[in-house]
């Protein structure tokens, strides 16, 4: 039997306020993934009620498990999600825009969830921007100083324990220019950076790296219309 930690009801009721209008859930209760759900390079299952996030060991890319939808600027995602064993070294929860061209493979902005911490990064106009070749010489490590320092100020860490072996809430905002990330109630920091603002994040993932998460009462929601 799963013991979850819950958000406290009156974080839970301010979040339920600001984001009311359910665009996608998934508690995992059926046999397999359901027809919404997309894959890239991803071994995951639904097993026992969760999604076991799995990236095969030839892998080249972590496993990613994705859901689409008509794009909206201002989003919160919740999942419970437990690191299984320490083979699992984080998760990413993405929010991207794959009709967007100026940013490889549509990425707009992130939060990274790790036993050690959180990090969210700013895809669009930071790490994975298209323009100007920025992305292809990060790869090739031929940056400048000044292009290491801009990317630099395109993310935070906030560094904070998250037990193994237990299950957490993690709620994921996106709210104007800024990400913000709660872990069990508690306010685990928030980042502002222009390229968060993009209007249309039309697909949601988690990233399991490499193995070893799991997951549980996955949700999208948006503001009110």
């Not at 039997?1 to 009801?9: H, V």
């Not at 339920?16 to 995992?28: G, K, M, T």
């Not at 990317?151 to 957490?168: C, T, Y």
């Amino acid at each position: 039997m799963k013991t979850l930690s819950l958000l406290p009801l009156v974080a839970a009721t301010a979040f339920a306020a600001d984001y009311p209008r359910v665009i996608f859930s998934d508690d995992f209760s059926a046999e397999g993934f359901g027809k919404a759900w997309g894959h890239y390079k991803s071994s995951s299952v639904v097993k026992d009620g969760m999604l076991v996030g799995i990236t095969a060991p030839t892998s080249d890319h972590s496993a990613v498990d994705n859901i689409r939808f008509t794009g909206e600027k201002d989003l919160q995602v919740s999942v419970k999600f437990r690191f299984a064993s320490d083979k699992a070294k984080s998760f990413n929860v993405w929010f991207d825009d794959k009709n967007y061209k100026g940013s490889h493979a549509g990425h707009i902005c992130q939060a990274t969830i790790s036993p050690a911490g959180v990090n969210m990064a700013d895809a669009k106009t930071g790490g994975f921007n298209l323009e100007g070749g920025l992305y292809d010489r990060k790869k090739a490590n031929q940056l400048t100083d000044d292009e290491k320092k801009m990317l630099a100020s395109k993310q935070k860490r906030f560094p904070g324990a998250v037990s193994l072996n237990e299950w957490h809430v993690l709620v994921v905002t996106t709210q104007g220019d800024t990400i913000r990330v709660s872990i069990d109630g508690k306010d685990a920091g928030s980042f502002q950076s222009p390229g968060i603002a993009h209007d249309t994040k039309s697909l949601v993932s988690l990233t399991t790296n490499p193995v070893d998460v799991h997951y549980d009462d996955f949700s999208i929601k948006g503001v009110a219309k």
